[in-house]
């Protein structure tokens, strides 16, 4: 089956500064990858998504880069505010109707004010 | 307003107990999921049904049995057989298998 891997698991910025998160996948035939923001006690809410036809997209401050090639997609945000932390998943689901939703380990992000 | 409820919020099992978790949406999703999440990893696939009166097995299924008797309910069943059912299970449904998913807050279930 599909094998996601997420890096890294802990990430500290400071207010302002960018943050980068990157998940590889195993699947070639994955074609769907959303990028999930969970908080505290909550549960995931979908932020950007991105279609294996689109190498990026984005979405004010936050864009989603997709290699396919490479088998890697990447989360960006920029200028980062304290209510951005948070944890992070990335998932993708792969081509045939019995395939479903494989999650990364998620990305624990902390902006410092 | 359109969304998932899951309910209860905490829920605790004495041990041989089975306990039943509820999942109601009124999105008018014809898929429902039901995910477990441990502390420090992703989310893992229970149960899903892309229909009513159809569900398949996740990856995980073993100890857990769901029902699909109408769109909207989707509950999950934590049997004795889970030996380890500690965890935050998550709820979320889509309009198909390929349209993003929406999540619940989730039930946090924890063994007396």
């Known amino acids: 089956g599909e094998n996601v891997e997420q890096h890294p698991s802990t990430l500290s910025v400071q207010e302002g500064d960018s943050a980068v998160i990157k998940c590889t996948y195993s699947?070639?035939?994955?074609?769907?990858f959303p990028w999930y923001k969970q908080e505290l006690g909550k549960g995931p809410q979908l932020i950007i998504d991105?279609?294996?036809?689109?190498g990026e997209k984005k979405d004010q401050r936050i864009a989603v880069t997709l290699n396919k090639t490479a088998k890697h997609f990447s989360l960006h945000i920029t200028e980062t505010q304290p209510e951005d932390s948070a944890v992070y998943f990335c998932?993708?689901?792969?081509?045939?109707?019995?395939?479903?939703?494989?999650f990364g380990s998620g990305t624990q992000l902390t902006v410092l004010p | 307003d359109g969304g998932i409820t899951q309910s209860p919020k905490y829920l605790f099992r004495k041990e041989g107990q089975n306990v039943t978790l509820s999942c109601e949406q009124n999105?008018?999703?014809?898929?429902m999921y039901w995910y477990r999440q441990d502390p420090g990893q992703g989310l893992r696939l229970i149960y899903y049904?892309?229909?009513?009166?159809?569900?398949q097995k996740g990856d995980i299924a073993e100890g857990y049995s769901v029902s699909r008797e109408k769109k909207e309910s989707f509950p999950l069943t934590v049997t004795s057989a889970q030996k380890n059912p500690t965890a935050f299970y998550l709820c979320?449904?889509?309009?198909?298998?390929?349209?993003?998913?929406?999540f619940g807050d989730g039930t946090r279930l924890s063994i007396l």
């Open positions: 979320a449904s889509s309009n198909d298998r390929v349209q993003p998913q929406h």
């Open positions: 699947d070639s035939a994955s074609n769907y």
């Open positions: 991105i279609r294996s036809n689109v």
């Open positions: 998932a993708t689901l792969g081509a045939g109707s019995a395939r479903q939703l494989t």
């Open positions: 999105l008018n999703h014809d898929a």
């Open positions: 049904s892309q229909i009513v009166n159809d569900f």
